[in-house]
Every structure is written in structure tokens, then in C-alpha cells.
């Protein structure tokens, strides 16, 4: 590859291959352990402790410091597994895909979270658990086709296959993200507007916001970590007649 | 603010509580099942290289 340097080349080379990337993620599940559960900590503290009742919800805003980092990754995830999906599709890069389609499950994960706690917060102050309203429908979507990725991954016995197919699935899919992120402009339903994303006066206290970026900081720490166990079981069972995973199990290092 | 206070959350307990304890849930299952299949799969491939090596 011309115009770009050789070291740069040599590190993805590296990071891209199968046993280097297994011991890295070893070696870096401790940090990001510890570094998820101090922003976990601090980010529950200011938003359940230190941060004032809402004015006009009492204490039952306090649900927005999980939904909403949660929604949010939701999103970012999918958009991540599209592209890691497509970078598979276009380069044939075994990690690439590992990564696709160990993001599903955690992305699975988040937007059912997003959905309960929704529906937790929706049934007090809009007297009802569920409506079909544009924001709300987009998501449940969104959980479908997540659902649809891992599924298909699932169905597919040969793993180079399934995992084109899977990105495929995951770049149509796309096109359902910026119509839940503006679902809630385009159609005037019952769920509320975006607080903190109009970036120019974000509707929301300081009090209130610091928490509630450490929640999603958090969360996208958990994301790595959940992540990436998945991506450690998947790129084993795959490589299982490689010559690397064979000797590792010889050594007995069952870990 | 008293422990009793907190936990009351307003009146709202309930739905508050619940959602916490959802996403306590789920994120910790996403970690656990991964890890949990990594183990299965390692005495497994232990086992089936240990036969191998005896035939």
C-alpha cells in the first residue's frame, strides 16, 4: 500500500491478527473494568443522589440517566456493526466481521433497555405503557433487526458466509437510524424531544447532565467489555483448528 | 435526605427501581453468557485433544 507509511501498515497487520488481538483483549479487560465501574459509580451517584427532583416529574426522571445513554447506544452500536460489517464485506477482514457480529448481542441488549425503562417512565407520567408512536415504533424496529442479525449469524452454518450475509442485513438496516433519531421532529407524537443534543442550549441542568454523560461514558466502556467477550468466544470457536488456539489449550491455559 | 426518602424515590419506586433493575439484568447477562460460553468451550477442546492424543 503506497502513501501510507510502512509502521502504521505493520500495527494494523498486528492488531488484525487472531492471537495478537486475543491476548490484547486480556490484557485490557482489567482497565476497562475498573475504568466502567468508576464512571458507573460516579455517574449513579450524581444522577439517583446528588441531582435534584425535576420540577415538573419529581423523582421519575430519574430513569432518563439508563434510558437515554441506552437509547443512545443503541444507535451508536448499530452504526458500528454496519460499518465493521462493511469494512468485513469489502476487505475480508475476519476481525472486522467478529466484531460485527459481537456488537448484535449487546446492541440487542441496550435497545430492549431502552424499550422496559421507556415503558417504565411512560406508563407514570403519559398514563400508558405503550403507544404506537414513530419514536417508540423505530426502536422496536431497531430491536428486530437486531434480533434479525444475530439470528441469521445463527442460521448460517458456514461462519464467512453468515457473516456477509449478516452485513448486509446490518447496511440495509441503516437507513432506520436517523429516522428514530429524528422520528421525534418529523412527527409531533407523544415522545418528548431531544434535551440534550440541542448542543447550542442543551434544556437540561448542569446538575442533571453531568451525570447523565457519565452514564453514557459508562456505558460505552460496558460496550467494549461486553464487546469484546464476545468477540474472544467467537474468534476461538472459529480459529478452534488454528494453530494458535491448539497450542494454547495444550499449555492448559483455560482461561 | 434519609435512606428511606431515597429509596421511596417520590412515590415513584416502583417504576424507578425497576427499570434499574432491568438494566442491572441485562448488562450483566451480556458479560456473563460470553464468558461462561469461552470456559465451556476451552474444557471442551481440552478434552477432545486429550483423547486424541491417547489414540
Known sequence: MFLIPDPIVRFFHRMAS????YALTERLMPWLV???????AAGLYGGLYLAPPDYQQGDSYRIIYIHVPSAWMSLFIYVVMAVAGG???VWRIKLAEIVAVSSAPVGAGFTFIA?????LWGKPMWGTWWVWDARLTSELILLFLYLGVIGLYGAIDDKRTASKAVAILAL???VNIPIIHYSVEWWNTLHQGPTVTKMDKPSIHVSM?????LMALAFKFYYLIAMLQRARIELLSRERNAYWVKSMISLGAER | MNWQEFFAMGGYAFYV???YAVTFIVLL???IIPIVRRKQFLRQQALKQKRQGTL
Open chain 1, 115 to 119: 424499550l422496559v425503562t421507556g415503558s
Open chain 1, 172 to 174: 440495509v438496516g441503516v
Open chain 1, 18 to 21: 487472531p492471537p495478537h488481538f
Open chain 1, 34 to 40: 475498573v475504568i466502567f465501574l468508576l464512571l458507573l
Open chain 2, 17 to 19: 427501581w425497576t427499570s
Open chain 1, 87 to 89: 469494512i468485513g464485506l
Open chain 2, 29 to 31: 447477562a451480556n458479560v
Open chain 1, 209 to 213: 447532565l453531568i451525570p447523565l454523560l
